[in-house]
């Protein structure tokens, strides 16, 4: 009884390897989901400034 069964540690461990990056995936969601939900909950939220990021363009070409 004093030994670790090493199949099943090594069953453990590559699954968590792929719950692992699955769980760092749906973190940084959260946070991003997070973030607006704040943001425009205290009216800080420039919907333009968004879009303009999201589309790949320069934050100097945002026009207000």
């Given at each position: ?15 968590d ?48």
């Amino acid at each position: 009884m004093n030994k670790i069964p090493v199949t099943g540690l090594v069953l453990l461990v590559g699954i968590d390897r792929l719950v692992n990056s699955a769980r760092a995936v749906t973190n940084l969601i959260g946070n991003g989901l997070a973030t607006i939900v704040v943001a425009r909950w205290e009216k800080a939220f420039d919907q333009g400034k968004a879009a303009a990021m999201l589309s790949g363009k320069n934050e100097s070409e945002h026009v207000e």
